[in-house]
């Protein structure tokens, strides 16, 4: 059985894929260095995010990352979405940004719960007790 951190690992591996992989290109454009923060910056706390969750224990700091991805999510998709409301753009887009943007939230969400329950311990909160620490954490 897959535990519930390596679903919400799997999720913002392929959220995170799905929303931004079509954007790369415009990290080597470079010509709007928000856009590079933006992207960047998802993609760097995203992919750290993800290897908190699927190698637990082996980082320190690991409820911490877990709480920046939760709080850069929410503040890049909520500035996202008034923007495009705001816009100029075509409904679809907009509605499409939406769900994008609803999808990272709970994403936030699931995150910030784990990391506030300390599902997730760092190398230094270990005291040796790896099958507590597993079952805490959820894996099998």
Known sequence: MIS???WLAIAILAWTAITWGGRIGLLT????WADVA???GSLVVGLAAAGV???????AGGRIVL????????VVWARSLVVNWAG??????????TVLGVGFFALAYWAWSLARRGAIAGPDQAD????RDREASGIA
């Open 128 to 131: 040796g007790d790896e099958e």
């Open 88 to 97: 100029s753009g075509s409904l679809a887009f907009k509605l499409v940004h």
């Open 67 to 74: 709480y920046l991805f939760s709080a850069w999510t929410t």
């Open 53 to 59: 969750l699927l190698f637990p224990g082996r980082w």
């Open 4 to 6: 519930r951190a390596r």
């Open 38 to 40: 933006r992207i960047g």
């Open 29 to 32: 454009q470079g010509d709007d």
